[in-house]
């Protein structure tokens, strides 16, 4: 039976994914907003998260009632990511904001990082927010997430060298989380959240067509693009013209090269 296998790289941009901020044009024009822009304008002055960080946490509290407060939180999860504050902020989301309606575009920027935090964040919100849009928006980036902790978690098992590395980037305790990871467990989990977005949230936009249609390749590749899959069949001609299957070496050891010209 011939199978799947991959060869894992580690690109660069993996240890540096760039930064991204809650942003919403809104016409509130209520205390807590006003507060808010003021916050935003500081650090515009000032430039530096690590002085602001805990005024935007301050604001958080003060104002825990304000739909501003889930901006300020994620402010905190991005501008500093992968830091302590940042892991305390999206809890604060989890145990103080799962009812917002606002959290929906506050998933997006948080499940950016593979942390255990971010995690645990997008499985209470899909399980607990009374927002169906919440839980789609859930639903669909823990299927991502989910995704990097895998991919990330086979790159270091198999390239040593790289967990001081990205310890140093994401922290101990998030790479400690990536290598107790069973490979096997987490597959199943993601093929579960797709097939749960295919039947409740299929028509919900998606970057790239509806979440539905993501759904779809990511099952498919789930199915028969994973290691130790049977590979899907491949009909073609070589360089001679000579048609064939990828069956036709059933039995045998096949590594097949993509390439193009554009």
């Not at 299927?143 to 990205?166: E, G, M, N, W």
């Amino acid at each position: 039976m011939l199978r799947v296998v991959t060869i894992l790289t580690v690109a660069l941009s993996l240890f540096c994914p760039s930064a991204h901020v809650l942003a919403e044009q809104t016409a509130d024009t209520s205390p807590a907003a006003k507060a808010y822009q003021s916050l935003l304008d500081e650090y515009d002055k000032v430039g530096s998260a690590r002085e602001m960080t805990g005024k935007f946490f301050e604001f958080a509290k003060t104002h825990a009632k304000a739909p501003q407060a889930v901006d300020a939180l994620v402010w905190i999860a991005t501008h500093r990511r992968y830091r302590p504050e940042a892991d305390r902020a999206v809890g604060l989301l989890q145990s103080d904001h799962l009812q917002s309606p606002r959290l929906g575009k506050a998933i997006g920027p948080v499940a950016k990082g593979p942390t255990p935090a971010a995690e645990r964040l997008l499985q209470a919100a899909l399980e607990k927010s009374p927002h169906a849009d919440v839980q789609a928006q859930a639903c669909y980036h823990l299927v991502s997430l989910l995704d990097l902790q895998s991919t990330l978690a086979a790159q270091i098992a198999q390239q040593p060298s790289l967990r001081k590395r990205a310890s140093q980037y994401y922290g101990k305790k998030t790479v400690d989380h990536l290598l107790s990871l069973n490979a096997k467990k987490v597959e199943a989990r993601r093929e579960k959240l797709c097939e749960t977005i295919l039947k409740s949230f299929a028509k919900v936009p998606a970057p790239e067509g509806t979440m539905g249609q993501f759904a779809k390749r990511a099952l498919f590749v789930i199915r028969h693009l994973s290691v130790g899959k049977q590979a899907p069949e491949i009909a073609g001609a070589d360089v001679d013209g000579r048609k064939f299957k990828l069956s036709d070496y059933r039995g045998k050891v096949v590594m097949i090269s993509f390439w193009g010209h554009w």
